[in-house]
């Protein structure tokens, strides 16, 4: 498992890209790219559950933003993070909002507003989280060494639900760890899967 964590201003842009389809594709590209590789192109959001909020995406914004004026010195009060299995693993709905709550427990924003959302539209089963930084207490999530948190937390889920143990940063690695020679099977099968879009792709929404 993989975990990402980037920080933002906007909730609303935040809620609406990981609620709503992709804003390059037509309804007509959707299905048929979900007839070809049949993946949730249409509908790919699935919301797993809400915390402390509901609705839509600007519904949700606008609770988030109610909340966030409770500290004016939070900069950027949308904490985004994703995390995505390796190819080839799947879980079922209730262990992945189990992962989500988690998540949330470990990165201390459990009493916070967040929604956990399935991803449906790739391969890699993933879940996006967005959550207000700032609690009803007016106190922010305190995001220091998120890095190694996640890794922490990553290693954990994946000898919890049976998952491929996948190798954390390098940089959070012991001396004597990073020493030892790596080879990461997906950076490898990446690498080839771009070299062969490339051949054949002509524009970049072919590519993507």
Request: net charge positive.
């Amino acid at each position: 498992m993989i975990g990402k964590i980037t920080l933002g201003t906007s909730f609303y842009h935040c809620l609406a890209y990981c609620l709503e389809d992709k804003k390059n594709l037509s309804d007509e590209q959707k299905i048929k790219l979900s007839e070809t590789d049949h993946l949730n192109h249409k509908d790919r959001a699935e919301v797993l559950f809400y915390n402390n909020c509901f609705g839509s995406a600007r519904e949700l914004a606008s609770q988030f933003k109610e909340v966030r004026q409770l500290s004016s010195r939070v900069e950027k009060p949308v904490l985004h993070i994703s995390l995505r299995l390796a190819p080839g693993e799947t879980l079922t709905k209730d262990q992945l909002t189990e992962i989500g709550r988690a998540c949330a427990e470990d990165f201390k924003f459990d009493k916070n507003q967040y929604i956990c959302i399935l991803h449906k539209d790739t391969r890699d089963q993933h879940i996006h989280i967005v959550a207000n930084r700032v609690g009803y207490d007016g106190r922010a999530v305190n995001l220091s060494n998120n890095y190694l948190r996640m890794a922490n937390l990553c290693r954990k889920m994946e000898l919890k639900h049976d998952l491929q143990q996948v190798l954390s940063p390098r940089i959070l690695l012991s001396k004597e760890q990073r020493l030892i020679p790596r080879q990461d099977a997906r950076k490898e099968s990446l690498k080839i899967h771009i070299r062969e879009t490339l051949n054949t792709a002509t524009s970049y929404a072919d590519f993507e």
